[in-house]
């Protein structure tokens, strides 16, 4: 159907360079060998859908974001800005953001249930103490409620989808292939944020997140597409939610490319190295 | 093996130390626990009883020294060994989220347990904890000796040999502390070895078989309640109570007086076999106190004379 139209065509090589890069930066502290002890993370898991199985109402909350995005989408942005030119196709402006506010409230859901969630029974609860008393161990704690992330966050982009399909904003059938890789951008957030989490040491700490959050709303190539950074394009490479972003534009618009395996790449990675970082310091909170 | 299982100490430990950076918190202890024995630590707040309590868990790596739990290594037998023993931890530590009977039976969950067995379990549990009428309520309303309750039956969900609590009635008026040590009782019958620490004198004596007295990370003594009390008191105690100031200057003219005289800033106690005899002879030497009480020593008798300081310091 559509060439590869992808303004970067040296994305493959140049993220492949990086992942290669990467892998030799990175210390062996942060290999997640942890991972090898991961037993029953579906447990904490199970916890969680005992806990929301009372209050469902707090789940159904997460799809409102979803309608109010593409609502405003649809009738603000849409008549005021004109169609654009993406990949040599002319297309309406909110298709073109609709993808990316998917992608960000993957990122968004990932990063809320892995802060504030974790760190209220991390600190607080004491949640994890208990658990890792029995025979459950860090790692299945971190996988644990990092799936639970990923579950809801499945949930709402699947609702997401439902929506922009029935506003219009899509006409591709691969949109449906959005909603796994939006898993993928929980995964990968909701691993960052729980690391993060943990060296979290109070509440007032978490003023910096949306510091580090919003800049990655606004450039990663979510509302202008990257050829409009110019000379700075490959600093939104850095974002790790313009990977997930490009990814759910290519299941919209059915345009793939072989770049997508670095872009998957790289959220696995960061997912990885994340998981790997919470469990160690899991490891030494609550070990020792 | 060549041992019969049960011949198998619950708990070994030799030579074991925990620190914390320069900061030793137990310095080189030696302990044996033997199936169905109670068995305490008794000792002041950072005596390192939480220490040792939170390695024999095995959620606390051994700094250097031999632990076995079952005749497993803590090291690498983690998994195996937290499958078998049950926790009491200083605080609760309950799933506030979650409902009474919901906490035992994630719990069982968490053990890989099946879930019919986790709810009959945690019937039965909370019956016999006496909390059946609160199984739905959410834990946050529960009474402090009710919440210990529950958190006992979560403790005794995987049906554990050894049971681990950590200061069980710290924090409890003394009515729940007598239900609590009743359900204890019950559960030694029923042979689950029992290791607890505490730092009251009457709980140690009222549930212990066996107990080590700890302080700064060492074990200063080793008995049953009552050999300790022979061992390291008098039969009696003569305490003395004096005008505030005063307690120096009469113990002066109570000297020689028992085994030995202790000034407490409170109070002076005088160590003698007969106190009746003891307090005769203060009203002899002309050292009439306040007031005064003969009463049998405990093990916190046993204590001072160790350490030279009292256990609530």
Avoid at chain 2, 20 to 27: I, L, N, S
Wanted: glycine share 8%; with cysteine.
């Amino acid at each position: 159907m559509h060439a590869d139209l992808h303004p970067q065509a040296d994305t493959v090589t140049t993220i492949n360079r990086s992942v290669g890069g990467l892998l030799r930066i990175i210390p062996a502290s942060l290999w997640p060998t942890e991972l090898l002890r991961v037993r029953r993370p579906q447990r904490m898991v199970e916890r969680s859908a005992m806990v929301y199985r009372r209050s469902w109402m707090v789940l159904l909350s997460g799809f409102v974001e979803p309608f109010v995005y593409l609502m405003s989408v649809r009738i603000g942005f849409a008549a005021l800005i004109g169609d654009l030119n993406f990949d040599g196709q002319v297309i309406g402006y909110a298709e073109f953001v609709a993808p990316a506010l998917m992608a960000a409230a993957a990122m968004n859901g990932a990063i809320f249930d892995s802060t504030a969630n974790v760190y209220y029974k991390l600190v607080h609860a004491r949640l994890y103490d208990s658990v890792l008393a029995t025979p459950m161990g860090v790692a299945d704690v971190a996988l644990g409620e990092i799936s639970w992330a990923m579950l809801r966050g499945a949930l709402y982009s699947t609702a997401f989808v439902v929506v922009m399909w029935a506003l219009g904003l899509t006409s591709s059938l691969w949109i449906v292939l959005a909603v796994p890789i939006c898993v993928l951008i929980g995964f990968a957030f909701a691993s960052l944020g729980m690391a993060v989490t943990t060296f979290l040491r109070s509440w007032s700490d978490f003023d910096y997140i949306p510091a580090v959050q919003v800049p990655l709303l606004l450039f990663s190539a979510t509302f202008f597409p990257v050829s409009q950074y110019g000379s700075w394009a490959w600093a939104v490479q850095i974002s790790p939610l313009y990977h997930g972003v490009v990814l759910v534009r290519m299941a919209a618009f059915n345009q793939w490319s072989w770049s997508a395996i670095g872009h998957i790449a790289v959220l696995l990675g960061i997912a990885m190295i994340g998981l790997g970082i919470t469990s160690r310091r899991l490891r030494a909170l609550l070990l020792k | 093996m060549a041992d019969a299982p049960s011949s198998i100490p619950v708990v070994s430990a030799h030579n074991l130390v925990k620190r914390f950076g320069e900061f030793t918190a137990v310095d080189g202890i030696d302990v044996e626990v033997r199936p169905g024995e109670a068995f305490g630590f008794l000792g002041p707040n950072g005596a390192g009883k939480s220490s040792t309590m939170r390695m024999i868990g095995c959620v606390s790596p051994v700094t250097s020294g031999e632990l076995r739990i079952f005749g497993m290594d803590p090291a690498t037998h983690g998994r195996q060994i937290r499958s078998r023993i049950g926790v009491v931890p200083q605080t609760d530590q309950l799933d506030m989220e979650l409902s009474v009977e919901e906490n035992l039976i994630i719990y069982g969950r968490y053990f890989d347990l099946p879930r019919r067995l986790c709810r009959e379990r945690a019937a039965e549990l909370l019956e016999f904890v006496q909390l059946s009428d609160r199984a739905t309520s959410k834990v946050e309303p529960l009474s402090g000796g009710m919440k210990r309750r529950v958190t006992i039956a979560r403790a005794l969900i995987n049906d554990p040999e050894l049971l681990l609590l950590d200061e069980p009635t710290t924090g409890l008026d003394p009515q729940a502390r007598h239900v609590l040590w009743d359900r204890l009782y019950r559960l030694k019958q029923r042979g689950v070895t029992l290791v607890l620490t505490t730092h009251y004198m009457d709980e140690a004596e009222q549930l212990c078989d066996r107990l080590v007295v700890m302080d700064q990370g060492r074990i200063a003594a080793e008995g049953s309640p009552r050999e300790l009390i022979q061992r390291h008191s008098t039969r009696e105690v003569l305490e003395l109570r004096y005008v505030p100031g005063q307690n120096e200057l009469q113990a002066e003219r109570l000297q020689g007086l028992g085994d030995r005289v202790e000034v407490l800033p409170d109070r002076v106690l005088v160590y003698a076999d007969d106190g009746e005899a003891a307090l005769r002879e203060v009203h002899n030497r002309d050292a009439m106190p306040e007031s005064s009480l003969v009463r049998r020593s405990s093990l916190e008798d046993v204590f001072l004379a160790l350490t030279g300081r009292t256990l609530n310091d």
